[in-house]
């Protein structure tokens, strides 16, 4: 998330009082997770395990529950609670959502709004676009020309992100989600917004009903998603990709360009673009098969075995 304008890290730290190590007027233009961040940008780790990745990251603000040696260019927020003052600062600039009648949206005149529509705030909607009864879109969404959102869909509900101590805390979403131009969304679909980027839907791409696609999520061009499928968060999917019926994605992978993806496969990890896969866990199609078929052939093959010690006990 980019930050309305450039901050003093003395500025910031006032907000959330706490100290911090570097100069006053360090710079910060934005708030993000881990594999988002960018120079200018505030990331939060507190624990060990993590400390050197985000030391070493392009963020350049670093809120952490560990007095350490400031890298060179960069500054430090002091906290023992370092998830608790990331979620304060991005409930700062990206206050929960309230809604207002239709958020006075950036809406072509050409679109099409039916009854029942729930818009939020900082929402723009394209040329020729069609938006069926009962679709609702939280804040900050970018939604393109020529597409057609069926009925009781969700554009930009919150990530499903939670800290685990005693309880479950909530990462406070402050993303967007994107549609690109000639998209296609099914009924009773949920597209989440990103926690701190943008979530995706590539120029082209279908989506039928009753589809999930978790936060920051970036979906290509021309691809299908077939009904049912459930996306994790955080995960690529190139251009021209397709998901067959009830199809799950685990969450930080990237599936590559033409895959082609079989009916209740279960993707547990990246896959290579350009080949068709089935099952859980996931294989190649052809392979998968195979396997299935010899599996198939097991019974038989025992049967044989038990025939031929029968066979030589007899002798």
Not at 77 to 92: K, M, R, W
Not at 170 to 196: A, F, L, P, W, Y
């Amino acid at each position: 998330m980019k930050l309305p304008r450039s901050y003093r890290l003395d500025e910031i730290c006032e907000l959330v009082s706490c100290k911090y190590v570097g100069a006053a007027d360090h710079e910060v233009t934005g708030i993000n997770e881990i594999h988002m961040v960018v120079p200018g940008d505030i990331v939060f780790v507190d624990h060990p395990k993590y400390y050197d990745k985000a030391l070493n990251s392009a963020a350049t603000t670093i809120i952490i529950n560990k007095d350490v040696e400031v890298p060179a260019g960069k500054a430090l927020i002091l906290s023992d609670e370092p998830f608790t003052v990331f979620n304060a600062l991005t409930l700062h600039f990206s206050p929960k959502q309230k809604w207002i009648e239709n958020g006075e949206p950036d809406i072509h005149p050409s679109a099409q709004i039916a009854p029942g529509v729930t818009i939020g705030r900082n929402v723009s909607i394209g040329a020729n676009t069609v938006i069926h009864p009962n679709v609702v879109i939280y804040d900050n969404a970018r939604i393109g020309e020529h597409v057609e959102i069926h009925a009781n869909t969700c554009i930009g509900g919150h990530a499903f992100y939670y800290k685990k101590t005693d309880a479950y805390t909530k990462m406070h979403s402050c993303g967007e989600v994107i549609i690109e131009d000639r998209v296609e969304i099914g009924c009773g679909c949920t597209i989440d917004k990103g926690v701190s980027g943008a979530t995706v839907i590539g120029q082209g791409t279908k989506i039928d009903n009753q589809v999930h696609v978790g936060h920051d999520t970036v979906i290509g061009k021309n691809c299908l998603l077939a009904a049912q499928v459930g996306v994790a968060g955080c995960v690529v999917i190139e251009d021209s990709v397709t998901l067959w019926g009830q199809v799950g994605v685990r969450s930080d992978i990237t599936i590559g360009s033409g895959a082609i993806v079989m009916a209740q496969t279960g993707i547990s990890k990246g896959l290579e673009g350009g080949k068709t896969y089935f099952g859980s866990p996931v294989a190649e199609s052809r392979e998968k098969l195979k396997e299935m078929a010899n599996v198939r052939k097991i019974p038989g093959i025992l049967e044989d075995i038990k025939s031929i010690k029968s066979s030589l006990n007899e002798n």
